[in-house]
């Protein structure tokens, strides 16, 4: 459930209307609901209270300090995949030792950083990763706290970009490596061996793969065991879906009572990282219609966000609903909802039902909370869009739009004083 609701044929979150938000501020925009956000991750959390757990928010899914801010006073950690996401969640309150660093690709110096902030732990993906994380950890003169993530082969039955638990994936390590690599990472004297991890994949909307990915995980827990090799946490990664159109992901409650049933006679510490359920439907893009243009063959609405501000929809054709920030009753004639960028591929939607607009009209753009703002770019030379937040029927401006001088500032034209030998 979220606060985006029609009241009276008006778009509302919580208890403003959208189009009063525009006003002020301007389009386009993303727009947050903090009280969204905070039954979701209640909802999520309290799901697992049968057990000790601890969630940690995905980053990467909605990395703005004030969403970061709001779940760590609810208790969330972050599980976080650069030391650009480890520096959001220190900066936005969240406790080191509620941090679990992912990732394929840690370099040495994020790792250093992860390691002085003293984080709960390192998923580490590769036996080079391992080597590297000794050595550093020994060279700080302490011990990294470890979870190997395996690869379970598991199909999520999701998007494949977004797939990442099969063989064929670059994530984990095989399952037939782990006990091998277990035996090394024990006698390593920068490394201390804590957990196990793996994440099969994003959007899923069954429960099945879920269930299969844990029972491998389960038995190479009781064969680590059986040599001698006590873990003190699981984590089961993210993943779990919402609706975007008519998909029917489990509920929290169900996917937890899932997940717990197959750890029953296990004491292990659950550790889970959802990103999208947490902020996915917390989250709209708000775009005004440029132009409308028919070309007697399509009606075309072309409006003032584009793939740079949300590039799910031309990356993995992802669905998001559209609807109008003003209900307009009339019959849905089949249109594109495209942006302004110079590429064909710059679409919100295609051929989809839409009423009659005109040029100036709002649209929300629904469940974009969730790898929206963090997969946008400047493509095009435009600056990236305000994120606001809404709490009741207050609102705050949590990121401010970029300026064309923000677009530029990093550069630099060379002359003569600025060139530079090696
Ligand atoms: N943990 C790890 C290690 C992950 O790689 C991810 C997401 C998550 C947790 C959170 O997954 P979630 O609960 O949000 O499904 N850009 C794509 C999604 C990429 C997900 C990458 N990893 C999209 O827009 O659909």
């Known amino acids: 459930m979220d606060h985006f609701n029609l009241k009276k044929g008006e778009l509302y979150c919580e208890d403003i209307p959208v189009s009063a938000i525009a006003e002020k501020v301007g389009t386009p925009f993303y727009l947050y609901s903090e009280a969204t956000l905070t039954r979701h991750f209640r909802v999520f959390e309290e799901a697992f209270n049968a057990r000790p757990h601890l969630v940690c928010f995905a980053v990467k899914a909605n990395g703005n300090l004030s969403i970061l801010n709001h779940l760590a006073g609810l208790g969330s950690g972050a599980d976080i995949v650069s030391g650009g996401e480890l520096y959001r969640a220190l900066k936005a309150g969240i406790p080191a030792d509620r941090i679990v660093f992912s990732g394929v690709g840690k370099t040495r110096e994020e790792i250093g950083r992860a390691l002085e902030a003293g984080i709960l732990m390192f998923n580490v993906e590769s036996q080079e990763e391992l080597d590297v994380l000794d050595s550093v950890a020994r060279g700080f003169g302490t011990r990294a706290r470890v979870s190997l993530r395996v690869n379970p082969d598991i199909d999520p039955k999701t998007h494949p970009y977004i797939s990442t638990g099969l063989k064929k994936n670059k994530f984990g390590l095989p399952m037939g490596q782990a006990k091998e690599i277990y035996q090394r990472a024990q006698k390593m004297e920068g490394i201390d061996v804590k957990g196990i991890d793996c994440h099969i994949g994003s959007q899923l909307i069954e429960l099945s793969p879920f269930v299969d990915a844990l029972e491998k995980i389960k038995s190479l827990v009781f064969e680590l065991e059986s040599m001698g090799i006590e873990l003190k946490y699981i984590d089961v990664g993210g993943g779990l879906g919402i609706r975007y159109r008519d998909e029917a992901p489990p509920e929290p409650d169900r996917y937890a009572r899932a997940i717990m049933s197959g750890l029953s006679d296990m004491p292990h510490?659950?550790?889970?990282?959802?990103?999208?359920?947490?902020?996915?439907?917390?989250?709209?893009?708000?775009?005004?219609?440029?132009?409308?243009?028919?070309?007697?063959?399509?009606?075309?609405?072309?409006?003032?966000?584009?793939?740079?501000?949300?590039?799910?929809?031309?990356?993995?054709?992802?669905?998001?609903?559209?609807?109008?920030?003003?209900?307009?009753?009339?019959?849905?004639?089949?249109?594109?909802?495209?942006?302004?960028?110079?590429?064909?591929g710059d679409f919100l939607a295609r051929e989809r039902p839409m009423p009659d607009l005109r040029s100036g009209s709002l649209l929300a753009v629904m469940s974009a909370g969730a790898y929206g703002f963090t997969m946008s770019s400047n493509y095009n030379s435009r600056p990236r869009v305000p994120e606001v937040m809404v709490h009741g029927n207050t609102f705050c401006v949590v990121r401010k739009r970029e300026t064309y001088e923000d677009l530029i500032k990093k550069e630099v034209v060379p002359d003569e004083q600025v060139w530079r030998s090696v």
């Open 269 to 344: 510490t659950l550790i889970i990282e959802p990103g999208r359920a947490i902020v996915g439907n917390a989250g709209i893009l708000v775009t005004q219609i440029l132009y409308t243009k028919n070309t007697g063959d399509k009606r075309f609405y072309i409006v003032d966000a584009g793939m740079n501000d949300l590039a799910r929809p031309s990356l993995y054709k992802a669905y998001h609903r559209i609807i109008p920030v003003e209900d307009k009753e009339s019959d849905g004639v089949l249109t594109d909802v495209v942006g302004p960028i110079c590429e064909s």
